[in-house]
């Protein structure tokens, strides 16, 4: 039964490229069965739909999840045809689960023709019949125009197909407002800007760059080093590129070291060395008292550019130095079309749970980014904004311009995990990564600042597409499920009644959630609070709900600093002791 229902376990050996090693990784994984990912539609599934409803008397099962957050749980119920009440106290687990539980239900089976500007576009509609499988590239070829000129009839197109077109189009105008800020030089587009933080010398006063390493590409075929040298006035340093680093050492450790050496950055754990005076000038904490009184800088190092072979590293030109600071002057201008402006809301502080920023001074959601950065995610959120009005002109019913607004905005905090100024650059790959990969927000030495507006890592146009890809699978769902209804409200407040209630709570001290999720909820609300009246509601506050004192009442994990220091309070959550003058929250 369990392996008609679950499927076989099976494992299988992966082989896996680690710091430029091949390992063998072992892995499990099921075959088979009713539950596997893919079977939504097939008579298995139906089968033990109904075999579910027998065993509640021929009705659906009632199914509540209090702590939905992603929204695993109501989602297997949903798909095992349960009506499941998805609840959640955070407005970014409440949008999450909107996108994976709500639309693709309502919109499930449901397509519409693509937009005029997407049919004529020739890019968009090659990708679009290459990647929704209809032609071949061979077929692309011969009958693109055929298709575009209306020869050839064009299907209407599910939900997933319309967040790509609407994409398409804001990167579209977004390319336009950024041109200048992301130039391309020598036909070359920029892949990535490789920064450090910047910190004055102790001892000489000379800028130290705060570097971990100075590798750049670590490969078995490709190895580059950054070299840095004091400069003339030894005010600072210059750096150069060393693009054919030699394999030095006879055995795995000799070489292991000698790389170590060639790519030695500037901090160690016991603080940094100055390269101008060569002096261990600097410990940890005197980098945090700089950083608290506004003394860290930022220094561009390196530029990563597409060449004709692949990924090539230049120095940065002088319009490239100038132009990230130039662009803060048009930030006024790009955010009066934001609601709420620049995200100037506060970081939670330095004692809360996983959150080490602060420490350094980085104390406001704004200051986690360049000043380019900042202006490329306003434009691209202005215009994501202004998709609504084109989308009523060309007649989308208002169920499907808000699911499309919904899953953009999706688009854009998935950017915002790559914009900023805590991605770092990969040496293996290599490329850009993206930021949160914990459950802590600490801070990023060498940062890497992507292009949002090209199609490789750390841009927008493949951050949507991702969401596309997940929502390809959502919409092909069945659409006689029950979409589960979503609640933004505490699990502590008045529940429904159900048949089951199957939960994932937080994990106490493990996970400050509502303060990660601030740093994607800011921006979040910039795209959608204004799309809905239910979206007003729960987006009505600048910041994810913490704990709430008076109504003794908020996110359920132990951070004492939550509760002014007090670490038993902390753990008691919102059940009142005996005596106690609080609130009987039943
Ligand atoms: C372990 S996570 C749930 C993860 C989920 N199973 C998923 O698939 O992503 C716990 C969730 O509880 C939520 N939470 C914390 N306190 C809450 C409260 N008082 N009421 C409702 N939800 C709360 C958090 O926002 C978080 O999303």
Redesign the pocket.
């Given at each position: 039964m369990l392996e008609k229902i679950g499927g076989k376990v099976v494992t299988e050996v992966q082989k896996k490229k680690v710091s430029g090693k091949t390992i063998e990784v072992v892995k499990e994984r099921t075959e088979g069965g009713v539950l596997h990912w893919g079977n939504e539609n097939s008579p298995d599934m139906d089968w033990f739909r109904e075999e579910i409803k027998k065993a509640y008397g021929g009705r659906a099962p009632r199914v509540l999840?209090?702590?939905?957050?992603?929204?695993?749980?109501p989602?297997e119920a949903m798909r095992l045809g349960c009506e499941a009440t998805a609840?959640?106290?955070?407005p970014v687990?409440w949008f999450?689960l909107k996108c994976t539980l709500e639309y693709p239900q309502k919109l499930a089976g449901q397509a519409r023709p693509l937009p005029k500007f997407a049919v004529e576009s020739p890019e968009f509609m090659e990708a679009f019949l290459k990647g929704s499988g209809r032609l071949t590239k061979k077929q692309v070829e011969k009958e693109l125009a055929q298709y575009q000129r209306g020869l050839f009839p064009l299907p209407d197109v599910d939900l997933a197909w319309h967040v790509r077109a609407w994409g398409w189009w804001v990167l579209h105008q977004a390319r336009k407002d950024l041109e200048r800020s992301y130039p391309t030089i020598d036909g070359k587009p920029t892949v990535a800007y490789l920064w450090a933080r910047t910190v004055k010398c102790k001892n000489c006063r000379a800028t130290i760059p705060l570097l971990k390493t100075r590798w750049l590409c670590k490969k078995d075929n490709r190895r580059v080093v950054l070299n840095m040298e004091p400069n003339h006035e030894r005010t600072g340093v210059v750096f150069s590129i060393a693009d054919i680093v030699p394999v030095v050492g006879g055995n795995a450790a000799q070489r292991r070291e000698h790389d170590k050496r060639v790519g030695a950055g500037t901090m160690s754990l016991s603080g940094v060395t100055c390269p101008s005076c060569k002096s261990p000038s600097m410990t940890m904490e005197d980098i945090r008292l700089e950083g608290k009184a506004g003394r860290l800088g930022l220094l561009m190092m390196c530029v990563v550019v597409d060449g004709k072979d692949g990924k090539e590293f230049r120095q940065p030109t002088e319009e490239e130095l100038v132009i990230p600071t130039e662009c803060g002057s048009l930030l006024d201008r790009c955010f009066e079309d934001v609601p709420f402006g620049v995200p100037n809301e506060p970081i939670a502080d330095k004692e809360a749970l996983g959150i080490r920023i602060p420490l350094y001074g980085i104390n406001r959601w704004s200051m986690l980014y360049t000043q380019r950065q900042l202006l490329a995610l306003g434009t691209i959120i202005k215009h994501t904004r202004s998709a609504r009005a084109r989308m009523s002109i060309e007649g989308y019913p208002s169920v499907w311009s808000e699911a499309i607004e919904m899953y953009l905005a999706c688009g854009v905090d998935r950017l915002v995990d790559y914009a900023n100024m805590n991605t770092k650059w990969k040496i293996d790959v290599p490329t850009i990564n993206n930021s949160i990969s914990r459950f802590v927000i600490q801070i990023t030495w060498d940062c890497a600042e992507g292009n949002p507006t090209g199609n490789l890592a750390g841009s927008y146009w493949l951050c949507l597409n991702r969401i596309a890809v997940g929502l390809d699978t959502l919409v092909a769902f069945p659409s006689g499920l029950h979409a589960p209804t979503v609640v933004n409200?505490?699990?502590?407040t008045k529940l429904p009644s159900v048949d089951l209630v199957i939960?994932?709570?937080?994990?106490y001290a493990a996970?400050p959630?509502?303060d990660l999720?601030d740093w994607f909820y800011v921006w979040l609300r910039r795209c959608v609070w204004d799309l809905s009246d239910e979206s007003k509601l729960v987006m009505s506050s600048p910041l994810?709900p913490k704990w709430n004192t008076d109504q003794c009442?908020?996110?359920?994990?132990d951070d004492s600093s939550r509760h002014s220091g007090d670490a038993l309070r902390s753990k008691r959550g919102?059940i009142p002791k005996s005596g106690d003058q609080e609130r009987d929250v039943g």
């Open positions: 999840d209090p702590f939905a957050g992603g929204g695993a749980i989602l609840i959640d106290i955070n687990a999450i409200q505490s699990a502590t939960t994932d709570p937080p994990y996970i959630y509502s999720m994810g009442d908020g996110e359920l994990i919102p």
